[in-house]
């Protein structure tokens, strides 16, 4: 079985998880594809196959640019794990719409894993699963990946799987009706959201860090083209010196309900 691996991480929070998934399988040979900045190239995949495809989740639906840049793949009857990662809210609709996607290009869905990443919203001052995916996560990534390679040396490898099954998150459902209703009323009336971060030209160095870190291209002469910013937070996270920032109003939302830490759930 060739075993490949497939992720949107713009920042790197999935592609430490699909990492630690890979190294649990045990292969040593284990082709890595990053479409974070480009499409893939290979897209033509068969019964000698297994992808482990991992993408972030923005708000409770498969990130857009990922699902974009994975258009081309065609299974032919490959196995498939279908990876989603969110940051510590809800997935929502992002591992249903991953696995259907998958299975209506032609690949075998025989796992699926729900796994948490520091929110792209995440600061200092409105922490929001910082520092994760951590030690623990990751080792259940490689135990993921142990699993897998059980499963692949069983006399059912190809035992499909209904993502739809998954153990959902623990969750409040009072905490979850308020943030609901928070954002229903700031709809209601018409709160501006920032379209794009922010620069404070005081502390730019025009360094161009911010342009290189952007997968979309949207940051051209330190101006972001706020059509094609996808509000990732990449360029935010790494700026070398803190001169980019994402005033959402999402951010202490966010911190302030959704602080207790939730687990990562696997089915195989």
């Known amino acids: 079985m060739n075993i490949h691996t497939l992720c949107f991480s713009p920042t790197g929070t999935t592609k430490k998880i699909v990492q630690g998934i890979a190294q649990g399988t045990g292969h040593n040979e284990i082709c890595h594809t990053d479409i974070t900045f480009r499409t893939p190239s290979a897209t033509n995949y068969g019964t000698g196959d297994l992808i482990i495809v991992a993408v972030p989740v923005y708000g409770g639906h498969v990130a857009p640019a990922a699902m974009k840049r994975m258009e081309g793949l065609r299974g032919n009857g490959a196995l498939a794990v279908a990876v989603v990662v969110y940051g510590n809210r809800h997935y929502e609709h992002a591992l249903e719409e991953l696995a259907d996607f998958l299975s209506a290009r ?6 699926a894993g729900t796994f ?10 409105t922490p929001i699963a910082v520092g994760r995916p951590d030690t623990e996560d990751l080792a259940c990534a490689v135990r993921f990946g142990e699993g897998i390679a059980r499963k692949l040396a069983s006399d059912h490898p190809d035992d499909i799987i209904d ?3 998954i153990e959902q998150p623990e969750q409040d459902s009072q905490v979850m009706m308020l943030f609901k209703q928070t954002v229903m009323g700031w709809m209601k009336d018409g709160l501006q959201m ?4 922010l620069v404070d030209e005081a502390l730019c160095t025009h360094c161009d860090a911010c342009a290189g870190l952007c997968p ?7 101006t972001v083209e706020a059509g094609k910013c996808i509000k990732c937070c990449a360029c935010v996270k790494g700026c070398p010196v803190g001169a980019r920032s994402f005033p959402t109003p999402f951010a ?6 959704f602080s207790q830490r939730k687990e990562n759930k696997i089915l195989l």
């Open 106 to 111: 032609g690949f075998c869905l025989i796992g």
């Open 216 to 222: 979309t291209g949207a940051i051209n002469n330190n």
């Open 252 to 257: 202490p939302l966010l911190a302030k309900n």
């Open 116 to 125: 948490i990443g520091e929110h792209s919203y995440s600061t200092p001052e």
């Open 163 to 165: 993502a739809r099954q």
């Open 194 to 197: 920032p379209s794009a971060p």
